[in-house]
């Protein structure tokens, strides 16, 4: 059982003890301990369930590779579920609870998949699933999502900030250890500006626990002087806690900083994600230990061989009483040394090479530790824990030829160079033999916008595997970063190191070399998603041949370690299956981030009110005050309709348009887009923008225009007033002034670049105020100061003067039907004058209305609305707006895409109203149906409903739609069928699509 | 995400400051062309893996439009230059020429 030494553990301060629970048990650790080092301080090696057969699973690893220790962390807004207990730093009062078992981790039900492993091959719900469809749905999906699956969602709303830094540098180097300190150094030595992360908490990666000596000082002593030299450096900036994320184009980084993971509430954001932008990215990440695949690899107690050191040597430590190390390398002779020196019992080394006489082979063999080579594990034993191994021959099928107890083993198949950042942007790989693993190929960097190598690697990184030899390459890495940023390198040299030499290490996929079936369906590749050998294997027998096939047939390197463990391994199982070599085979897409980050630290502080700015008008505040029922336009707020006391949201939009239509309405029109265009050339190149000719049109007069684009199709509409020989102010769509305002300088800036036109958006300098209805005359004449009488101000003209004391442009425009006065004021005026006008307009039974009314007293006189009648199909013609499409002009955008076949086929659906036979309001995009049906079997559509309103002035449904050779078919009644499942019919009348004052004279008075 | 030097402001813009405007230098047809040139206006693009002018507009910046040569594989960029261009500057061209050699060449 593990269990907390006396003394050692470099990370903790024993002086310092913290209290946790681990599902509901009361634990005790200290300040310096990863969750995984107390669980395991308190013997608790067994942490979670497999994902598929809800095998018994303890911790694996020490640090971001781990695929078994994932908890769920913290309870209502701080939960979290998958996190890795070996990257979470304990503090006072942390919770944690297992993931993914019934009813307790103790107990599973699930493990009954254990022994079904059998009938659960690789791709079995592919197999399984296939028919009836029911079934899947029905009972299938439901077993599935409650057995499968890791964590449980969070139900509560996070309650930590999160926030972006961005930065911008010369020089990024992610991996703060001893390769990355080196590198820093020597970039920052040039004068570059460096940035500097480190995902853990402490700087120096595995220097200090290998125990190299460097320049003549222990390892610890050499990263306390090299972190005191960079801190001392103005252009030098170091950050723990943070995450190299991802690589991307450009020299674009993403770092991820861990910034109050350990000290939760206190205030401080949770997690910043910084936004780097670097010329040369230098990635000293490291590398990463291999499982070996023997029968049982997976059992509690069974760790890598790293971990099992770093565990001694950082936290204090011990994985058990009698240990068991099983090799292909040097390296591991490391953990025996440790373990021995701890004062644990070493059973047996098992080294899978025919012969081992290394340095640190022989010093293991000194310490009078049993040394076996061309051996391996036949099987471990055990259920929940270890309870022993079986020795093997390494080249046999795996007869047992010894059993040992023992209660942890430390297996070590190698090291992988960690190249997911170097790979994240396009980085390439070549294969070492002697490693046995995939290193960057130095010649195919990732290029930038120069096309030039913006990412190196520094350190085992680069596949350097000697500590002397790591600084080297380092220290080379950070001069050559330094140059390629621009700065001229000094002459810096790397740090004296007496490696201790070590012989190769053999590849070795398989433990034993010849085993069956039996055991090779235990010896497991990928623990997070429970792949084994035998999986992959089935996979490239049925034909999942590419590598990134048979990752997904099997789920091989999936989920949220991403096989940082499993992926060579597979490879290697694979290529063998294949008869092909592994280069040959190749790897899957390293994407990133490297380990996931939390989706706060993707949003920053854009969330609640901070997500998306929102536009108010001048007169906001008021509406808010009077009862305004907002609904979002855009980014903008306006007001659906103002509710009075009691009244429904449907009974409040009624009596608006009732005493708009009889007295006096007042409509805050402020956020109807304005855009000045101006200049000698300013009228041609109007009459290029709209349909119908701007250029013509007097000084002091408005005109209706129709814009479209280069497909002919209607993109917005608006009203033009000609403010000067060489002014219009062009009135676009609420929701199309930016939109539009962009496509004339589009046009302005690449294609008519010698015409001399200036445009500006001025939208929100003005309020505008429409005053509408029988009394707005009354109302504006009783504020006094200009004449807006129709013989002074007729309809569609605009005038400038003075009302109620404030400076005003008064346009005689209706989008009603009624007398009707937009007027605008400068927005500072805005509030006050909508004051002013509310003030003296009660004695005229003045009453403001929102947007509801304004569509319906628009639809009520059969105006178009663009996003309603129009959806990007359709052209003007279509509208029966050929009266605003001018004949005389030779060109105009849209004019020669309306030309083409499709455009003039008379079989295009055309505007009409429609009025049901009972009354009734037909649902807004309801088709109608024809005779016959399609080849699919579907009724035809011979039409669609555009617009759908209760009109309180008509007391009916009223609807506009496009209907197929609609205007020829005045009084023909048509059927909507409903979609509600009752198979009703609606029947509905095809009318002029002008209900209410047919002539138009109301607005013209 | 990409990095592209506004011509006007002299901005090394980042890609979300930016709006993309598809293909550069098309020649605009209009009434009196015929269907085939008129539809190879509106709707045919060059997608090429390599070499591509393109329209990009410094949206969130100076709000100038200006265009860029690009390879679409590798995101090299080989220069940017102002919309008010009939086809790429000669030391743009001459750029992708030596950095190119296999470029089937402008037009």
Redesign the interface.
């Known amino acids: 059982m593990s269990t907390r030494l006396a003394t050692g553990g470099r990370l903790l301060d024993r002086t310092r003890g913290l209290e946790f629970t681990f599902n509901g048990k009361r634990l005790r650790g200290y300040e310096g301990d990863t969750l995984a080092s107390a669980l395991l301080a308190n013997g608790q090696t067994l942490v979670g369930r497999s994902f598929k057969y809800h095998r018994p699973r303890g911790i694996v690893a020490s640090g971001a590779e781990e695929p078994n220790a994932l908890v769920n962390l913290g309870e209502s807004g701080r939960f979290e579920p998958n996190q890795r207990a070996t990257t979470t730093e304990l503090f006072q009062g942390l919770t944690a609870t297992s993931q993914n078992h019934w009813p307790s981790l103790e107990f599973d039900v699930g493990v009954l998949n254990n022994f079904a492993a059998r009938f659960l091959p690789a791709g079995f719900y592919y197999k399984t699933f296939m028919a009836p469809r029911a079934a899947w749905k029905h009972v299938f999906e439901p077993i599935i999502r409650r057995s499968a699956g890791l964590g449980k969602a969070p139900k509560d709303r996070d309650i930590d900030r999160y926030e972006h830094f961005h930065s911008h540098v010369d020089v990024l180097i992610i991996g703060g250890g001893i390769a990355g300190l080196q590198a820093a150094r020597a970039a920052g030595a040039s004068g570059a500006k460096v940035l500097l992360v480190e995902q853990t908490a402490s700087w120096g990666g595995r220097a200090p626990v290998d125990g190299a000596e460097i320049d003549g000082q222990t390892a610890e002593d050499w990263i306390k002087n090299a972190l005191v030299d960079l801190e001392s450096k103005a252009n030098v900036h170091l950050r723990s806690r943070c995450m190299g994320a991802g690589v ?5 980084a993403l770092a991820y900083e861990r910034v109050a993971d350990h000290t939760p509430g206190d205030g401080r954001p949770r997690h910043r994600l910084w936004r780097i ?1 670097a010329k040369q990215i230098i990635t000293a990440t490291g590398a990463i230990e291999r499982p070996l695949s023997f029968a049982g690899n997976d059992i509690p107690g069974v760790m890598l061989a790293s971990a099992v050191r770093d565990y001694i040597a950082n936290y204090g430590v011990s994985p058990g009483d009698r240990t068991v190390v099983v090799t292909n390398n040097d390296d591991a002779y490391r953990t025996a040394i440790a373990l021995k020196a701890a004062g644990l019992v070493i059973p047996v080394i098992l080294d899978a090479r025919p012969e081992a006489n290394g340095a640190l082979v022989e010093e293991a063999r000194d310490l009078r530790i049993r040394v076996e080579v061309g051996k391996g594990i036949a099987k471990v034993k055990g259920g929940k824990k270890v309870t022993g191994i079986s020795i093997c021959a390494q080249a046999g099928e795996g007869a047992a030829l010894e059993d040992i107890a023992c209660d942890a083993v430390a297996m070590s198949g190698g090291w992988s160079p960690v190249v997911h950042l170097w790979s994240h942007c396009g980085g390439k790989l070549v294969w070492d033999e002697t490693n046995a693993h995939f290193k960057p190929d130095v010649d195919k960097a990732p ?5 030039e190598g913006f990412v190196k690697t520094a350190g085992t990184a680069s596949g350097a595997m000697s500590t002397g030899a790591v600084l080297q390459d380092a220290n080379d890495a950070g001069k050559a970063a330094a140059k390629a940023a621009g700065f001229s390198a000094k002459s810096t040299a790397a740090p004296r190191v007496a490696d201790v030499p070590e012989q190769p290490m053999a590849a070795v996929w398989s433990m034993p070399q010849g085993a069956g079936i039996k055991k090779r369906m235990k010896m497991w590749l990928d623990f997070q998603n429970d792949v084994k050998v035998s999986d992959v294997q089935l996979a490239a027998r049925e034909g999942f041949e590419s590598v990134e096939h048979a990752k997904r047939y099997t789920t091989l390197g999936m989920a949220t370690d991403q096989g940082k463990l499993s992926n060579i391994n597979g490879l290697a199982i694979l290529s063998q299956s294949l008869n092909a070599a592994i280069p040959q085979v190749g790897t899957t897409t390293f994407r990133p981030p490297y380990t996931p980050i939390s989706m706060g630290a993707i949003g920053g502080e854009a969330r609640g009110e901070l997500f998306q700015p929102v536009r108010q008008t001048s007169i906001h505040d008021w509406h808010a005050a009077n009862g305004a029922y907002f609904e979002p336009v855009g980014q903008w707020r306006r007001p659906y309709c103002f509710r009075r006391a009691s009244e429904s949201v449907e009974q409040a939009v009624h009596r608006e348009v009732k005493n708009t239509r009889q007295a006096l309405g007042l409509l805050d029109a402020s956020t109807l887009g304005k855009i000045l265009v101006k200049g000698p050339d300013a009228g041609k190149f109007l009459d290029m923008l709209y349909t119908n000719m701007m250029s013509n049109l007097a000084v002091g007069k408005c005109r209706y225009g129709l814009m479209c684009n ?2 002919g199709f209607l993109i917005d509409d608006g009203v033009v007033a000609r403010i000067d020989e060489d002014v219009w102010l062009c009135h676009t769509t609420t929701g199309g002034a930016e939109r539009i305002h ?1 496509w004339m ?2 046009w302005l ?3 008519w ?1 010698d015409w001399k036109v200036y445009t500006a958006n001025v939208t929100e300098q003005f309020a505008q105020i429409a005053v509408v209805g029988p009394n707005a005359r009354k109302l504006l004449e009783k504020l006094g100061g200009m004449d807006v009488s129709k013989e002074t101000l007729p309809f569609m003209q605009w005038a400038n003067g003075v009302i109620g004391g404030f400076d005003a442009r008064v346009f005689r425009i209706s989008f009603s039907g009624e007398l009707s006065y937009e007027i605008a004021v400068a927005a500072s005026d805005g509030r006050a004058f909508w004051g002013a006008l509310i003030d003296a307009g009660e004695e005229f039974g003045l009453m403001p209305y929102g947007t509801e009314c304004l569509h319906i007293l628009r639809a009520e006189k059969g105006f178009i609305m663009i996003g309603d009648e129009t959806d990007g199909t359709v052209i003007p013609q279509d509208l029966g707006l050929e009266w605003a499409i001018s004949k005389k002009k ?2 105009y955008l849209g ?3 309306q ?3 499709h455009m003039t086929d008379p079989k295009r659906w055309k505007l009409v109203g429609l009025e049901t036979l009972d009354g009734s309001v037909i649902p807004d995009g309801a088709y109608a149906v024809g005779q016959g049906r399609n080849a699919n079997g579907q009724r035809i559509t011979i039409g669609r409903i555009t617009s759908s309103y209760f009109s309180p002035t008509l007391d009916r449904g009223i609807a506009m739609g496009l209907v197929e050779h609609g205007p020829d078919r005045m009084g023909e009644v048509i059927d909507f069928p409903t979609i509600d499942g009752t198979g009703t019919v609606i029947k509905a009348r095809i009318v002029n699509p002008v209900f209410f004052d047919k002539a138009g004279e109301k607005q013209d008075v | ?4 030097e506004c011509p006007y402001c002299g901005v090394a813009a ?1 890609e979300t400051e930016l ?1 993309a ?1 598809g293909e550069a230098h098309l020649k ?4 009196g ?1 015929l ?1 085939a040139e ?1 539809e190879e ?2 709707f045919m693009r060059e997608n090429p893996r390599g070499v591509h002018f393109e ?1 990009w ?1 410094h ?1 969130y910046g100076c ?3 200006f265009l860029a040569a690009r ?1 679409t594989m ?4 080989f220069g940017t230059y102002p ?2 261009s009939k086809k790429p500057p000669k030391a743009i061209e001459n750029l992708i020429k030596k ?1 190119r050699p296999d470029w089937k060449g402008w037009a």
């Open positions: 991307y184009d450009h020299g674009y932008r290029t930038n916008q120069s096309g280069e497909n962009g300088e589009d800036q690449c294609e670049w030779t060109d004019k020669r895409a030309e083409r076949s | 995400m990409l990095l592209l980042d709006a405007g605009r047809e209009t009434v062309s269907d008129f206006y509106l329209r507009r949206a709000g100038k439009w390879d590798t995101l090299e960029v919309a008010q950095k």
